[in-house]
């Protein structure tokens, strides 16, 4: 295999071609900080089963030159081990653990505060069919249904904001998780709060907050990847 083969991440998709998901953002991140050229493939929710002959129940896949990898951490994991030579994500075995913990801090303490305030904007912003499939399965998950999972109150705002301290106190000590750059561990967090920003007209972070400033730092990356992205 050769850096220069062709590359390409299976991406969720809504509508106008935002790209929304949290866990393919820190792929793409990943992918632009190891210098790897890529494409990507708009995926719907109801297109992954048709994705390499439903292999993979959830997106971000990456097909590299014929190596497929889903999950956004395997992944990770397949570039550090794949593309050594390369900028490193994790900065050793310490970062790569202590990437796991970012990674279940911000699925466990930020997604779930978050998906009650962007929940109906993500349905909003879905194909017809991805809307049907939206709804069903989250209602099931949560038994009630999405307008009683919405929840844009300024005590749930402030709850997501209270939720960043932990981040918000790092960050008074250096400009990223990372230290002085990003590692994954950002790019982790980042996905969270972009899934917010492509979805949603919610203002999440306060401008003057530190973990504003670090957010606008990590739109900037990589030539803007982030804030060139569709927003609600
Ligand atoms: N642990 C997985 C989670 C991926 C995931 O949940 N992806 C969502 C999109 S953000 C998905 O594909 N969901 C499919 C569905 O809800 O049917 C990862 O880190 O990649």
């Known amino acids: 295999m050769t850096a220069s083969h062709a590359r390409v991440l299976y991406d969720l998709c809504g509508t106008d071609d935002r ?11 990943a992918l632009a900080h190891k210098g790897l050229a890529f494409e990507t493939a708009a995926v719907p929710f109801t297109g992954i089963p048709g994705v ?3 292999r993979f129940k959830t997106v971000p896949i990456l097909d590299d030159g014929g190596t497929i990898v889903a999950d956004s951490l395997a992944i990770a994991d397949y570039l550090e081990d794949t593309y050594h030579g390369r900028p490193s994500l994790y900065g050793g075995p310490g ?15 930020l997604h779930a505060p978050l998906v009650r305030i962007v929940v109906r904007d993500i349905h909003d912003r ?24 919405e929840d844009k109150s300024a005590e749930r705002v402030q709850s997501v904001r209270a939720a960043l301290e932990p981040l918000r106190a790092t960050l008074a000590l ?20 972009q899934w917010a920003r492509i979805t949603s007209p919610v203002a999440i972070l306060a401008e003057g907050d ?4 670090w957010f606008e730092r990590c739109l900037d990356l990589y030539d803007g ?8």
């Open 52 to 54: 390499l002959g439903g």
């Open 126 to 149: 879905l194909e017809p069919a991805d809307q049907a499939y939206f709804r069903q399965s989250r209602e099931a998950r949560f038994s009630k249904s999405l307008e009683e999972i």
């Open 210 to 213: 530190p973990v504003h400033a």
């Open 225 to 232: 990847m982030g804030r060139r992205a569709v927003t609600a």
């Open 19 to 29: 790209r929304f998901s949290p866990y393919c953002w820190r792929v793409k991140l």
């Open 95 to 109: 970062g790569r653990a202590a990437a796991r913990f970012v990674d279940r801090w911000a699925v466990t303490q």
């Open 174 to 193: 250096q400009p990223f998780l990372g230290g002085e750059g990003p590692l994954m561990s950002d790019y982790c967090v980042f996905g969270t709060l």
